[in-house]
């Protein structure tokens, strides 16, 4: 396939769900609104699925504005897979939930134009060519993505698409000083925005004073690490994840903070050279194991269910982190497999929380209990996800999570592996705990559980839990020829 | 040149800092992206073709005042929103910050050291004003007084920022600001003030 038209159907996938989420605005009533999502998920979702499949194909020669490589394709794919299920999942949490941030007659309308906005803009990051637009396309998703969280129009939901608005907007703002430092330090005033492409960041950077490059590289990732969640700039990740709702949230955790990490790892591979391997690696490992000390603690304690999966957000951000920054081809196998399938279950477990504030409305705020007894289908979905994010085999992140510490080891990086093994495990004895109190029955609770409520009642859970399951058993089946293959072999070679 | 209006937006960020009316603040802020705005016109030479980021830079500024003003108009408070920290005491942090900036800051190839010193300034600025006011109106303003810092850092670069990203960024900022202005608007009807402290609901 030529790369012209590799690069119209990356243009493609972004043009699309922004056709779609001005086709939603024609409808006329929910059910109608509803209707037209499935149709428009759909043809969206395919257009991203073969642009992904071209660009794993490709010659992956960067366009002017696109860059379809190997790391572009495998994003666009996992973002693409989850705003599919997040999409067909939207109606069953619009069906119970009242929008009050918006006026009600165009709740629902409002809902899927920023919804299909985020999606665009989710595609976008991976694709775009240049560190200045991804950053302006990363800015353009804190506007649609914290509508969204704060669609409830409820004061918690309210509080957490605050904060997060305003914390990474700051962030950004950073960010763009960052670049601004790019332009006039790298002294190459008509260079024009081409400067800043990832095939040229490089020159760019390296042009640079030392000093000037070391700032400019450390004001952008820090803009970054606010977007991330990145501890410990992650103060709006809990409670914008936890707050949002459910087909939102698994987007913001499975696809948003994966895809800005994206622009971090490029970053790293462009300044790498200019400012040093050591410069410019280090914050990335410092953030990475610092995310996943700071999450641990949190996830000992009994807490709602999607926070306490918003706490394994920064814990899973922090394990890929730190295989970026060791860089190895068996780290970057992990890598790929921990981003496919965090993305994978976190989404289911975003998902599972609508048929569970329906058994349970007050698990928004307490965590879950006797969850089995009263909707097992619920607890199945619920036990897929915290199996996996656990790491307990067969999960494709206990594969993951060995190639990054086994690919520490293999690169030097012994204390970096070493103190990441100790953390993990922690954190996976924290979940089963969580994953334990679940099960239990609480007597002596007081609790609006409505166990007598009908399955034909609740979401539809059993269905994605179960084409979930055999999507993560397939890459844990397909983990052993990562390390070897060549789109692992391709992101070793570097992202930029 | 430059350099005055470094100071003079610096100054006029700090006075954001301890003002206690919204409006004021807001006028303040105005001041600053317009002078912010002039400069880009006067930079311009009365050329065309580089009048877009410029023209878009003095239309931002007229939006952002347009939509802020409209958003305090509509949400009287009863009494003024105080901060959690004393004016005395946020004028202090703020001073101590700006006067740590040269020592901590490397030379970054702005050709005015002035410039560099007060982009930078309004950056951290913007970030005390957002974190020590408690009004969400001020808030918004902590979020424009940091963006205008990289806009004085790109006005100081002798036209080296391309207008794609100064246009980008004009958008995105008008982007923020309504849908930030739509959040306040939201908290005012919830809350009954535009007071963020009602907000803390969410801690562990």
Known sequence: MTDVLITWLAAGSIATPLVSALGLQAARSENTAHRLNRVFATVTALVGLVAAGAMLTGSSHPSTWMI???????????????????????????????GRFFASDRGVRSYYLAFYGFWAALIAIPVVANLGVGLLVVEATTAASSVLVAFSGKPRALEAGWKYLILTTLGMSIAFLGVVVMFVASGAHNGGIAQLDWSVLRATLAQMPHGAAVAAYALVMLGLATKIGWAPVHNWLPDAHSEAPAPVSALLSSALLPAVMLLAWRLRDAASHAIGNTAATTPLAAFGIFSVAVAVPFLWQPMAWKRLLAYHSLEH??????????????????????FAGHALSKALGFYAAIPLYQIQPDASRHSARDVASSSPATFAAMAVTAITLAGLPPSPLFFSELFIILGGIATGHVLLAGTLAVLIALAFIGLLHALLEALQSAPGQDRQATPSVSRHHTVPILAPTLLIAAALLA????????PASEIVRRLAQGTT | MISLVATACVALGLGVVVVRRRSVALALVTTQSLLLAGVALWRTGGHL?????????????????TILGIGIA??????????????????????????????LVPALGFGDPNAQRGAIALGVLGIVVALTRRATILQILGIVIAENGATLAALSASSAVPDVIELGVIFDLLLIAVVASAFHTRIFGEFGSGDSAHLRELHD
């Not at chain 1, 973002?79 to 009242?98: D, F, I």
């Not at chain 1, 890459?475 to 990562?482: E, G």
């Open chain 1, 317 to 338: 951000m922090g394990i890929i982190t730190v295989g970026i920054a060791i860089a190895g081809p068996l780290a970057l196998a992990g890598v790929v497999l921990h």
């Open chain 1, 68 to 98: 379809t490589d190997s790391a572009s394709a495998i994003y666009v794919s996992v973002v693409t897979v989850v705003a599919l299920m997040s999409a067909l999942l939207s109606p069953a949490y619009l069906s119970g939930a009242e």
């Open chain 2, 49 to 65: 073709e580089l009048m877009p980021p410029a023209g878009g830079l003095l239309l931002r500024s007229i939006a952002i005042a």
């Open chain 2, 74 to 103: 509509r949400t009287r408070e009863t009494k003024p929103v105080r901060a959690g920290i004393e004016p005395m005491a946020r004028a202090v942090i703020a001073l101590a910050v700006l006067l740590a900036i040269p020592a």
């Open chain 1, 475 to 482: 890459l844990t089946a397909s983990a052993w020829l990562l």
